[in-house]
């Protein structure tokens, strides 16, 4: 693994399914970053981490869920899809929690909810 | 609130020179990044600036007035592969990124 990764590519969901975003980095950030990007829309941040073990609330946190067990992994969940959150989503990661810091993103998962 | 404007969309032509221009107005300011964004693909860095002033890097330069809100992202001597998403985002007070929708640069032969 080189880099941030994420799984999968691209799903289609019935709504009301649960489904786990899954994304792994082995740069050793300590910062990572779940983002959605609608059209028309700047990224909207959804959940941090600063570090491992810790999580926050970003700008659109309803209808997801995030753990940090361990410095590499940054899953998140939708307990219960909803057509809404149908979307590109992306995961980053940065060395510090710093906003000053940049920001490496994933390759992406394209979500659509039926 | 916080605000972050970019034009939607711009078309240039290849060999040409273009300026993305995004203005800004947040709760405190800890800097600017410039990413750019290929179609389907994710967004990479290009540039960060905290100072004022203008920031060259090869064909990219990126120019910040803290003053004024602003900051542009000049390519020259543009070449196909130059057509993308330009995303202006700023860092808040609070550390935070406050992310503009993007620009769409299409390059014409």
């Known amino acids: 693994i080189a880099g941030i990764t994420q799984a999968p590519t691209s799903q289609i969901l019935a709504a009301g399914r649960r489904m786990t975003l899954r994304c792994t980095q082995d740069?050793?950030?300590?910062?990572m970053y779940w983002y959605r990007q609608d059209l028309g829309l700047g990224l909207r941040l959804i959940h941090y981490s600063n570090t491992a073990g810790t999580t926050g609330k970003g700008e659109v946190p309803d209808g997801y869920s995030v753990s940090r067990a361990n410095t590499d992994d940054f899953p998140l969940t939708l307990a219960s899809a909803v057509p809404s959150q149908t979307s590109v989503y992306f995961c980053?990661?940065?060395?510090?929690?710093?906003?000053?810091?940049?920001?490496?993103f994933g390759p992406g998962t394209r979500l659509t909810v039926l | 609130g916080q605000n972050i404007d970019q034009p939607t969309e711009m078309t240039a032509t290849e060999g040409a020179i273009v300026q993305i221009n995004c203005t800004y107005q947040t709760s405190g300011f800890n800097g600017l990044f410039w990413y750019q964004q290929h179609a389907g693909e994710a967004p990479t860095f290009l540039s960060y600036n905290v100072l004022d002033g203008l920031e060259e890097k090869g064909r990219f330069s990126s120019f910040l007035s803290r003053s004024k809100g602003y900051s542009y992202l000049l390519l020259k001597e543009l070449q196909m592969k130059d057509s993308a998403s330009y995303l202006c985002?700023?860092?808040?007070?609070?550390?935070?990124?406050?992310w503009g929708a993007g620009t769409k640069l299409i390059i014409k032969p």
């Open positions: 980053a990661s940065s060395v510090s929690s710093e906003g000053t810091d940049t920001q490496y």
């Open positions: 985002a700023v860092c808040d007070s609070n550390y935070q990124l406050i």
């Open positions: 740069m050793r950030h300590n910062a």
